[in-house]
């Protein structure tokens, strides 16, 4: 068994493909995990797809045909030319995607190092095709390892010692823009998710109030309560009242069109501060001179600066992940063994039983002994059998004696 990423994420890939790549509703991502595990070769799968990353994690016996079929499947979905596609993702593979995945986990690979919101996006995002039947005990035995390594980069290093989501990078460039005058304004927040309910707790820490807008209003005004006074709940159907009223705009909606257009406009002289921080995203080309907009790639360049004073955590970090990787495949090797052993004593006790069988049939043997014969012959075999599962154990452990696992499954005909 073979473990596989594709990734498509802020490093590699423009904004705009990851746009068309995004799976936006649970559907979408069902019926494509459904396809992807249909194939023989593919076990195993679940899909990360947030505003800085889409990335397919598999378990295969085959990463050739798995890549392949991760492409075709993703460019018929997205109707991306599957060349576009093959030039611009990352391809992980086995080792590669262990460290890939730990790194993500303890978000190292984020567009600002250190943020907390992903590893709970991919717990999400395994929860979901473990209950949809399409992952399991592969996959989650990765992510166990996964979460370890992630909470001992936190403990360890203080590269979360300030944790900064994209949401608290454009609250924080919005500080420098206005600076203390920042305090009093009013902040429209257009989405009641995790990524709005963190932008709105870095304004209120800024002493702005916040207008929360959503969809389902009676969640929003749920969500505006546990926030505090100083925030109010509307509907998002009030939008473009809003956006004409307050300079101050933050946006992260699920939407697969721009919410927010040119048309709604009704003063273009009216200075503006937005921050999209959707995938796809929420403002459409404005054209606006009075208007500072912010995209999440935008971000890239204060998100470095605090890669910067983080480098030295970061190299810390990376240590633990190789460790944790080493770690992993020593329990993935001495685990794997043991179908080999159980499948070596299985033929052993079905030999005993068929020759037992044959002796009493022939009178080699009376039928009265059966049972103390074959108790003998078990433990005849148990005793025989024992250096050498020993061996496999301690064997399987070492990568230089891996050979010997497979020579071993072959030469007992075993499915290894």
Known sequence: MYYQVLSFNHHNCEQSLREELAFNDAQEKRSFLNELVEFKFIHEAYVVSTCNR?????????NFSAYHTVLGLLSKRSQVDFYRLKSSGRRYDDEEAIIHIFSVVSSLDSLVIGESQITGQVKEAFKFSDQNKSAGTKLRAVLIYALKCAAEVRNITKISESPISIASVAVAQAYKIYGDNISGMRGVIIGAGEMGKIAAKNLLRLGCDVLLLGRDLEKTQKIAEELGENVKAESVENLAKYINRYRLLFSATSSKEPIIQPRMIENANFDRVWFDMAIPRD???????????????????ISNENYAMKQEEAIKAKDIVLRFKDEFYIWLKASSIEPVIRDMRLQAKESIEKELQRAIKKKFVPAEYEENMQKMAEQMFKHFLHNATQNLRKDSTETENSDKVAIIAKIFNIDY
Not at 54 to 62: F, M, N, Q, R
Not at 283 to 301: H, P, Q, V
């Open 54 to 62: 889409v990335e397919i994690v598999v378990a295969t016996s085959d």
């Open 283 to 301: 403002i459409g080309d404005m054209g606006l001179a009075n208007l500072t907009l912010f995209r999440i790639d935008d971000l890239k360049t």
